[in-house]
């Protein structure tokens, strides 16, 4: 199983950005999947997540600001950030829930797409 990450990139303070999350591999189901950030010297955290049931937690820093969303059809979460600041800065990380088999579940991580606001 393979998580790719896209749609990273350079904006300015108050821009937008849209993050692409793709899972591909030997699936059986895509169970809840999430998106995590890590700035410079700062440990890694999660900033929202989606089960597949529709349930959806955000982080309170991204409350209002960020939007994540599935297509189950396509193996894909996206990432939706608004208003976006300098202090959004990070390497943000697709990391899904998934089963191989019925009774055979992993967490798999991307290797991560680079987020850069400027003032």
């Known amino acids: 199983v393979q998580l790719v990450e896209s749609g990273g990139g350079l904006v300015q303070a108050g821009g937008s950005l849209t993050l692409s999350c793709v899972a591909s591999?030997?699936?059986?189901?895509?169970?809840?999947m999430r998106w995590y950030r890590q700035a410079p010297g700062k440990q890694r955290e999660v900033v929202a997540g989606l089960t597949t049931g529709g349930t959806v937690h955000y982080t309170y820093f991204v409350k209002g600001r960020f939007t994540i969303s599935r297509d189950d059809a396509k193996n894909r979460v996206y990432l939706q950030m608004n208003s976006l600041k300098p202090e959004n800065t990070a390497v943000y990380y697709c990391n899904t829930d998934i089963q191989v088999s019925p009774s055979n579940e992993n967490d798999y991580w991307g290797q991560g797409t680079q987020v850069t606001v400027s003032s």
């Open positions: 591999g030997n699936i059986y189901k895509v169970n809840t």
